[in-house]
C-alpha cells in the first residue's frame, strides 16, 4: 500500500531556530513528493515538490526539502523560522498515475507553531 | 497566469437540503479538477475528480455527486444534506497528467460547509 506519514502532531520552535518538519513514505517506483501549507481557514499552498535530480529542494519562503532515497523520507526544513510559518504542514506523495489524473496521497499534517 | 475561484466561501445549510459548491479555473485550458474534503482540521480525502468535460470519477462513495459541464468549471452538489457532509470543501486544479509527470495540483481557497 502507498502511504505517506508524518509522525509528528506538532512541532515547536523558537523564531530564529531552524526547523524539521518530517515526513517518510513508501510507494511503488521512484516518487513524485510534495509539501503544502495551510494557513488557518485557507486553502493548500504549493511550497516544494521533488521530482527528480538534486536531492535537495529549495521551494517558497525559504523552505527546502531533502529527499533521502534509502530512508524513504522526504524532510521540510528552514534554517531560521518566523513566527509567520506557524501553520499546517502537509506532506504528499503521487503514485503510479491511472487514468490519466495526478493522485495525490496525503499525509495527516503537521502543526507548527514557530514561538517568539 | 493561472487562478482558481471557489465559491461560497462559508455556508450553513440545515439537514435534506440540497448543495451546490461551484469552482472555476482561468488562465489554463483542459485541466484536471479535483473536489477534496478535510474533516476536522486535517486529513484530505479525494471525492471526485475529472479529466474532461462530463467526465468525472468518484473516490469513495457518499451522498455527494460532481458535474463538469464546461472545460474550466467544476461543481460539487448534494441533494439532501446529511449532518456528515459538514467539512471543508477544496476544489483544485492540475495540468494533464497524460503519464506520472508529478503535475503540481493547485487548491482553491476552500468552501466551509456546516450542516445543522
Known amino acids: 500500500a502507498q502511504s505517506v506519514a508524518q509522525p509528528e502532531d506538532q512541532v515547536n520552535v523558537a523564531e530564529g531556530n531552524p526547523l524539521t518538519v518530517k515526513c517518510t513514505y513508501s510507494?511503488?517506483?521512484?516518487?513524485?513528493l510534495f509539501w503544502y501549507v495551510q494557513y488557518p481557514n485557507r486553502g493548500l499552498q504549493f511550497l516544494l515538490k521533488?521530482?527528480?535530480?538534486?536531492?535537495l529542494v529549495k521551494g517558497s519562503y525559504g523552505f527546502e526539502a531533502e529527499f533521502n532515497k534509502s530512508q524513504t523520507s522526504f524532510h521540510l526544513k528552514k534554517p531560521s523560522a518566523l513566527v509567520s510559518d506557524s501553520a499546517l504542514y502537509f506532506c504528499?506523495?503521487?503514485?503510479?498515475?491511472?487514468?490519466?489524473?495526478?493522485?495525490?496521497?496525503f499525509g495527516a499534517g503537521t502543526r507548527l507553531a514557530v514561538h517568539p | 497566469s493561472q487562478t482558481i475561484h471557489q465559491w461560497p466561501a462559508t455556508l450553513v445549510q440545515p439537514v435534506g437540503s440540497p448543495l451546490s459548491l461551484e469552482c472555476t479555473v482561468e488562465?489554463?485550458?483542459?485541466?484536471?479538477l479535483y473536489w477534496y474534503r478535510q474533516a476536522a482540521g486535517r486529513g484530505l480525502q479525494l471525492l471526485f475528480y475529472s479529466v474532461g468535460i462530463g467526465q468525472i470519477s468518484s473516490e469513495v462513495p457518499q451522498n455527494l455527486s460532481a458535474s463538469r459541464p464546461q472545460d474550466r468549471q467544476f461543481i460539487l452538489s448534494s441533494k439532501k444534506l446529511l449532518l456528515s457532509d459538514s467539512g471543508f470543501y477544496l476544489c483544485?486544479?492540475?495540468?494533464?497528467?497524460?503519464?506520472?509527470?508529478?503535475?503540481?495540483?493547485?487548491f482553491g481557497e476552500g468552501s466551509w460547509l456546516t450542516v445543522v
Open positions: 521533488y521530482i527528480t535530480g538534486d536531492n
Open positions: 483544485a486544479w492540475s495540468v494533464q497528467a497524460g503519464g506520472r509527470t508529478g503535475n503540481t495540483i493547485y
Open positions: 488562465g489554463t485550458s483542459n485541466p484536471n
Open positions: 504528499a506523495v503521487s503514485p503510479l498515475v491511472s487514468g490519466g489524473y495526478n493522485k495525490l496521497i
Open positions: 510507494v511503488s517506483g521512484n516518487p513524485y
